[in-house]
């Protein structure tokens, strides 16, 4: 079955800029998702990318697809501490069913 | 737009007992969706897919007469956790999918925090 793969921490300081990394095993993915999941609460849809695309920023959002590779990316620029959650990336498949696979979650500590 | 709740957002019930969770979709109507469970500091797990008007589809190893799902509109879809046990706490979230985008992205709601004592 499909499979995503997601580092478990990332800790950057304030200001900096923080790079979310995700590699998944689906080739026919259609869409590529990140969302983000503060403590107790749903997911947040942040931004999503079509897998013929390679990059799509979105304000301090920027989102790179290596397809070849099976590797998505998010970097956050100016990383707040609001900015401090779980981040999840998810793929979707092209198949009837369209199901959608979440990764394994990283968790972001923004630093003071 | 695309606001997805989910009520109640916390229980805490007996064993034995049964607990029933809505996901409703406020200002949008949504043909699919979607149950998860989520274990602490664990990612999201695909129970099944609710369609307006039919069964729902199960995923592998989901128990369905035990998560009992009911869609019977296009903005309300039920999750009942029949006979609970503790090993059926969790964290339960659904998500709504909006029919006609372009994305047919999914809109989650805020979780029901479920605690079976």
């Known amino acids: 079955g499909e499979d995503v793969e997601q580092s478990l921490f990332l800790s950057v300081r304030e200001g900096d800029s923080s790079v979310i990394n995700c590699t998944y095993t689906d080739s026919s993915s259609t869409y590529l998702y990140w969302y983000k999941q503060e403590p107790g609460a749903g997911l947040q849809l942040l931004t999503y990318?079509?897998?013929?695309?390679d990059m799509k920023q979105d304000q301090r959002l920027t989102v790179l697809l290596n397809k070849k590779d099976k590797h998505l990316s998010l970097r956050i620029a100016d990383t707040q501490t609001g900015d401090s959650a779980i981040y999840f990336c998810a793929e979707k498949n092209s198949g009837g069913y369209q199901k959608v696979t979440f990764g394994t979650g990283t968790k972001l500590q923004v630093i003071p | 737009g695309a606001v997805v709740s989910q009520h109640p957002s916390w229980v805490i019930c007996k064993s034995g007992t049964s607990v029933k969770i809505e996901c409703r979709s406020l200002?949008?109507?949504?043909?699919?969706m979607f149950w998860y469970r989520q274990f602490p500091k664990q990612s999201l797990m695909l129970m099944a897919t609710s369609n307006e008007g039919s069964k729902a589809t199960y995923e592998q190893g989901v128990e369905k007469d035990k998560f009992l799902i009911n869609h019977a509109s296009l903005t309300l879809s039920t999750l009942t956790v029949t006979s609970a046990h503790p090993e059926d706490s969790s964290f339960y979230i659904c998500s709504a999918r909006v029919a006609g985008r372009p994305t047919e992205t999914q809109y989650f709601g805020p979780g029901t925090r479920l605690l079976v004592l």
């Open positions: 990318i079509f897998s013929n695309m």
């Open positions: 200002d949008f109507q949504a043909t699919t």
